[in-house]
Nanobody, 121 residues
Framework: QVQLVESGGGLVQPGGSLRLSCAAS????????MGWYRQAPGKQRELVAVITSGGSTKYADSVKGRFTISRDNAKNTLYLQMNSLKTEDTAVYYCNAVIVVTITRYEYDGWGQGTQVTVSS
């Protein structure tokens, strides 16, 4: 069993900042790529940012220069620092991780339950 639990969402004014966290736990042998996705009401889920196990990153054009993705491999935790937030960043943010589980070494594509981020004045 593997779990991904997000935290850090909330209500913030335009121009403000939030930091999301995603902690992975369970039968983890290793974690490959990790990423953040978001889904706004009436829209499809979209990629926000991804980070490889080696630390290489990729961002959606809409968040480049404002958001920073990072990970702590020792803690199996993913972060998303969001600065200069805009109203269009309002969405449910989901954590994703490609996890290699113990014993079987099966590769599991895990998702968190989502955390709401609302940017509004």
């Amino acid at each position: 069993q593997v779990q991904l639990v997000e935290s850090g969402g909330g209500l913030v004014q335009p121009g403000g900042s939030l930091r999301l966290s995603c902690a992975a736990s369970g039968s983890i042998f290793s974690i490959n790529a990790m990423g953040w996705y978001r889904q706004a009401p009436g829209k499809q889920r979209e990629l926000v940012a991804v980070i490889t196990s080696g630390g290489s990153t990729k961002y959606a054009d809409s968040v480049k220069g404002r958001f920073t993705i990072s990970r702590d491999n020792a803690k199996n935790t993913l972060y998303l620092q969001m600065n200069s937030l805009k109203t269009e960043d309002t969405a449910v943010y989901y954590c994703n991780a490609v996890i290699v589980v113990t014993i079987t070494r099966y590769e599991y594509d895990g998702w968190g339950q989502g955390t709401q981020v609302t940017v509004s004045s």
